[in-house]
């Protein structure tokens, strides 16, 4: 199988990588954290930079000019630079499924910089998209009953949720809520019961968002919604309450959704980089066109960066090449994503998804086994919930777990100095992670508090604080569309970079295939067909279940 890693002219074996970085680490690793803001008085400006509406700081990072040196080389014998360049020019960087992932492109369509292989199919695909949002906001298009809509369910899962969902959440304070949006996503019958409970019937319009319009869960939500409306109205003819936006328009008409109210997207659009796409409809619907194109304007500035700067100040790829040190030389597996802006505590799941689902794999791109560890698990939460929970383990815990502290340096809500003590909180925490306190400088102070010796050295050992752990502090001045695009394009290309030095297609995401299949089998076991092929342990899981419902 052929990819743009064959075609690039520098290579680097797996084991290679993986020695490379080894070495590096060894030197590295002697240095603490805390020594190398002593060494370097500049250090804070050396490693950060501004990126759009986007500062970002990398200085508590394990990272000197040598190193960065040597990981930009690695880079470069992984060939990330050419895969980038091969990215935009829509070569089929996503192998497996025969596709571009050119998402620059998308990007580019809000700042009029359309470029010489522009795809005509991304035209039409905005041009739908902004004449529906145009005629649902002036009531052109109206409900079944002769109404203004005044609510949106987005009815898609993963990447035809998590973005949309995101968006929504984070613009919450800036809009004067044109459509107020609602997500249904799980199969779980509570999800479209609650939903329908809270919306009225006869101003309620539904987005079907599914790229393959063949996903069990957005065709049953959909289907739940449908009969829902009619029983609700009083009438068949609900066909003016559903959109679709998918890759298959054909199947979404075979659906029931009228052809004019299908915005088609591009086959090559994958579901976890859609949102800069026609799947975006839920955020032009309750945010406003102009909103969405500041989402794209963001993402673009991040685009320019990215194409212009070596790989010594790309901001993103930096971010992308210390995931690889992390995760390969240092051991580490996973990362925690820490936004202190409670406007994007929807990020982490969103990063889950986009991470996770790119770069969870042990097949490189040409199909032979990765040889080195690849993409770790992404978790978080908002701050400062979290330091009332997992925070003990970030810095006391037995494993040491890269962080993101994300923060907006405005509030939309100021109230006293509520907004900053949450700034206080979210750079003490990279301050102590990075710092630690020492056994010794505790059991000083305890001792001069009055505590007696013996007593005093037991308790330094529980309160000594190991630090030495790293951290990036991503601001922004205020939460908005055109910093939120930025943010969500600079973990694209930290990801790209990431599976680039890796090898692998992070485009493609076959390993949730089969978990699918095998619950459309396990629907007939379920209904009472006995199964004799299935493990023990499956059918017992079963017969509980048809216990439960024969009771
Ligand atoms: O199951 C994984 C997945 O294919 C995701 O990649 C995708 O975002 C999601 O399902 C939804 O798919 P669709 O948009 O085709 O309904």
Known sequence: MSTAVDQAPAQLSDRGL??????????????????????????????????????????????????????????????????????????????????????????????????????????????????????????????????????????????????????????????????????????????????????????????????????????????????????????????????????????????????????????????????????????????????FRALLKGGYAVDQHVASQPLESNIPLILGMLDVWYRNAWGMTSQAVLPYEHHLKLLPIYLQQLFMESAGKSVKADGGPTASATGGVIWGTEGTNGQHSFHQLLHQGSDAIPCDFIASLSSHNPIGEQHQALIANCFSQSLVLMQGQAAADIEQDLITSGMDASAAQQLAQHKAMPGNRPSTTILMNKLDAESLGALIALYEYRLFAASFMWGINPFDQWGVELGKQISETLMASLSGDDNATLDSSTRELIARYRHAQDA
């Open 18 to 291: 993986q020695t490379q970085l080894t070495e590096l680490a060894r030197d590295a690793a002697n240095t603490p954290l805390k020594h190398r803001f002593k060494l370097d008085p500049q250090r804070a400006s050396t490693f950060s930079g501004q990126i759009g509406p986007l500062f970002v700081d990398y200085a508590k990072h394990h990272l000197d000019a040598g190193i960065l040196s040597g990981l930009c080389a690695l880079a470069r014998q992984r060939s990330v630079p050419q895969q980038l360049d091969a990215l935009r020019a829509g070569a089929k960087l996503n192998n497996t499924e025969d596709r571009s992932a050119n998402y620059p492109c998308l990007r580019r369509w809000a700042s009029g910089d359309t470029g010489a292989k522009h795809d005509p199919a991304i035209d039409s695909m905005y041009s739908k998209m902004e004449a529906l949002v145009a005629a649902i906001h002036e009531g052109t298009h109206r409900s079944s009953t002769g109404q203004t809509f005044t609510d949106v369910v987005n009815i898609g899962i993963g990447g035809s949720d998590f973005g949309p969902r995101l968006v929504c959440d984070a613009l919450s304070n800036q809009h004067a809520n044109t459509l107020r949006p609602h997500f249904a996503a799980n199969i779980d019958p509570s999800v479209m019961t609650e939903i329908l409970a809270r919306v009225p019937a006869e101003t309620t319009l539904f987005i079907v968002a599914s790229k393959s319009f063949g996903t069990q869960e957005s065709r049953c939500n959909a289907q739940t919604a449908r009969a829902w409306l009619q029983s609700a109205l009083g009438t068949n003819n609900v066909d003016a309450h559903f959109v679709a936006v998918s890759s298959k328009p054909e199947a979404a008409k075979a659906f029931g959704i009228s052809e004019e109210l299908i915005i088609p997207a591009p086959e090559w659009v994958g579901g976890r980089f859609s949102v800069w796409s026609g799947f975006g409809l839920a955020i032009a619907l309750y945010a406003g066109m102009d909103s």
